[in-house]
């Protein structure tokens, strides 16, 4: 049974654009899925489907086992991380990170305690008393990651998370988001135009052009050497 399971789905914007045309896609439990292709040709919009964030405007999607096309983002099993890490400025990073949990009413010992784990994950503890302002991009992208750990979420989502990074810290970044992938085998929907992203984190690529899926499979048989 698919984690995720996308049947038929469209999305047509007001004003008439067809971003997405009616795709097809099942992701299994635990599996890194990457959605790859040019500019415009609807990985985001899909991505944002899945979150809630879009509405659909045919078909299905399935997370869980349930039909979500009705559930606000809220309510669906997920985290998403952005690429402008939509931290809140006024916030520490403990409460950036705990933020989620206390909108869900956690008690507050369990939140303390998801948030020191992550913490500790991805090397952020003594971080926590901050603003985001006073953090580099790289430990902001972390924030934002732990943001979503500590939800504990079926599905992790993520939008082009190291497109504003330096190359140096994009390839430290890609390390640790597989590390928290391994660490915690969540599903995982992560959408980018770098081809090395697609190569070093996906079990499979899934490449759209034209608000279709063209191809479908594991790295080593979309990307071949020269
Ligand atoms: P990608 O993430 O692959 O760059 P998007 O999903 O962002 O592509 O966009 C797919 C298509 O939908 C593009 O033609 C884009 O211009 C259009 N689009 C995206 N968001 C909106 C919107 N809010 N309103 C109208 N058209 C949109
Ligand atoms: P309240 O939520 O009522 O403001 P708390 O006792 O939960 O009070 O925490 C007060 C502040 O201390 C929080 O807003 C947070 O910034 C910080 N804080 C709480 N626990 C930790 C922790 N384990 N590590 C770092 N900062 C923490």
Redesign the pocket.
């Known amino acids: 049974m698919a984690e995720v399971s996308i049947r038929k789905v469209v999305k047509a914007?007001?004003?008439g654009?067809q971003?997405?045309k009616g795709i097809d896609l099942e992701i299994a439990d635990h599996e890194f899925v990457v959605l790859v292709?040019?500019?415009?040709?609807?990985?985001?919009?899909?991505l944002r489907m899945i979150a809630g964030l879009e509405e659909i405007s045919d078909g299905q999607i399935w997370i869980g086992g349930d039909v979500v096309n009705d559930v606000p983002p809220r309510d669906r099993d997920i985290a998403m991380v952005f690429q402008n890490y939509a931290l809140y400025p006024h916030m520490s990073v403990f409460d950036n990170m705990a933020f989620g949990l206390k909108l869900r009413k956690f008690p507050k010992e369990e939140i303390r305690r998801r948030v020191d784990d992550a913490a500790r994950m991805l090397d952020i503890q003594p971080l926590l008393q901050r603003k985001p302002k006073a953090l580099s991009g790289g430990q902001r992208q972390r924030v934002a990651m732990g943001r979503a750990i500590v939800r504990n979420p079926k599905v992790f989502l993520f939008d082009e998370p190291l497109s504003n990074l330096d190359a140096k810290l994009r390839v430290q970044m890609r390390t640790e988001i597989k590390k928290v992938h391994q660490t915690i085998p969540t599903t995982t929907v992560y959408?980018t135009h770098d081809q090395v992203e697609a190569m070093t984190l996906a079990d499979r690529v899934v490449v759209?052009n034209g608000?279709i899926i063209e191809q479908v499979g594991p790295p080593q048989e979309l990307y071949h050497r020269p």
């Open positions: 914007y007001e004003g654009v971003a997405v292709g040019p500019s415009g040709c609807g990985k985001s919009t899909t959408v759209m608000g």
